[in-house]
């Protein structure tokens, strides 16, 4: 429910309330039965209830979502200072697949495209970022994986990968 539609409903729940709580004040002066008075009464009772159950909803909801805005802006300072800290090892690690990637006689073009790939972009993904047909990426993707001599993308990634993401307990094993 929007802000908007909840809004709407405790306008309506208070006002039908307060026509209730008037027709109440005008039925007892004229001495209507008690039954009809409980009758009203109880319907009245009901919108203010559900009113209130509105209200409490609201700032629940509007609690809950202050929380998660604090808890997306917290993950999006860590994954800054995460990219902040790691930069200079991306930039490091960029460098060297380029240099590998030129030892393999990639075209600018190619070399594109494997970085993309490496991402895990799909080909037509890389055809919509690089603006030529997925047909022109597929080809692309078939050259890289030809003169670099691998099978196909998961063995690229993995070139590049796999040693710098083994876990810890692994790299120690191997020293």
């Known amino acids: 429910m929007t802000i ?3 809004a709407v409903l405790l306008t309506v729940l208070l006002s039908i309330f307060a026509l209730v709580a008037f027709d109440l004040v005008i039925d007892s002066s004229e001495g ?3 039954w009809h008075l409980l009758t ?3 319907v009245g009772l009901v919108a203010l209830l559900g009113a209130f159950y509105l209200l409490k909803d609201g700032f629940a909801l509007r609690q809950h979502l202050k929380q998660e805005r604090a808890l997306s802006l917290e993950l999006r300072r860590e994954a800054e200072d995460w990219r902040n800290r790691s930069r200079k090892y991306l930039q490091g690690l960029s460098a060297s697949i ?3 990637l030129t030892e ?3 075209t600018p073009s190619e070399k594109d495209v494997a ?3 490496i991402k895990g972009m799909s080909l037509k993904e890389i055809a919509h970022i690089r603006e030529t047909a997925e047909k022109t990426a597929r080809v692309q993707a078939t ?3 030809a003169k670099a001599g691998l099978s196909g993308r ?3 990634a993995a070139f590049f990968l796999e040693e710098l993401l083994q876990p810890d307990h692994a790299l120690g094993e191997s020293e």
């Open 115 to 117: 970085f993309l790939l």
């Open 143 to 145: 050259a890289i994986y």
């Open 40 to 42: 009203e009464g109880a």
């Open 154 to 156: 998961p063995e690229l």
């Open 32 to 34: 209507v039965a008690v």
């Open 4 to 6: 908007r539609e909840r």
């Open 98 to 100: 380029d240099e590998q």
């Open 104 to 106: 393999w006689k990639l």
